[in-house]
């Protein structure tokens, strides 16, 4: 079952920030494994033993699988937004188009008003809830994204580490 979040005023802002975090942790965790692979290869020269001969190898593979992963996690939350935008965009013109048959069909001034202030009402307040679900999702899909990478980058670099500390 998909998790739900429930709405609050923080909630784009929390989700925005921990995005943020969370790219800026693997990017430095990046960092610091494209430094100590660097550093190896040199070390390495054009004869490297066995050894670094599997850690380039798993380097390589490691960012095809994070890749892949991420481009499927990416198409599978697109897949599930276009829907539910899709949904939520047949909701609304059946929402305004019944809004509008009751303005149309008003009897008298102050019917045509309440129905006039039900049309502003229905489409303002549906449209701003949909721009803050669209910006959620967005951020959703990101993470979905950022993920595998993260995973990888973090995990490197704390094997890494130990394996710089064991020499």
């Known amino acids: 079952m998909p998790r739900r979040y429930s709405y609050s005023p923080a909630n784009p802002f929390i ?3 921990t995005l943020a975090m969370k790219t800026w ?7 610091q ?9 040199a070390l390495a020269g054009p004869a490297p033993n066995a050894r670094d001969q599997r850690e380039f190898h798993l ?10 992963e991420s481009m499927q996690a990416v198409a599978l939350r697109m897949f599930s937004m ?16 019944g809004s509008l048959v009751s303005l149309a069909g008003s009897r008298s001034v102050p019917q045509m008003f309440n129905a006039y202030n039900n049309v502003l009402n229905n489409t303002m307040s ?13 951020a959703k899909t990101m993470h979905k994204g950022l993920t595998p990478i993260h995973s990888r980058a973090t995990a490197n ?4 580490a130990r394996t710089r500390l064991m020499r």
């Open 157 to 160: 670099a704390k094997r890494l």
């Open 33 to 41: 494994v494209i430094g100590h692979r660097t550093g190896r290869m």
């Open 82 to 97: 276009n829907q539910q935008l899709g949904l939520t965009m047949f909701r609304q013109m059946a929402s305004l188009w």
């Open 25 to 31: 942790e693997m990017m430095f965790a990046s960092a």
């Open 59 to 68: 380097m390589g593979q490691e960012k095809i699988e994070a890749a892949t």
């Open 126 to 138: 549906r449209t701003t809830s949909s721009m803050t679900q669209l910006g959620d999702s967005v």
């Open 15 to 17: 989700l925005w920030t």
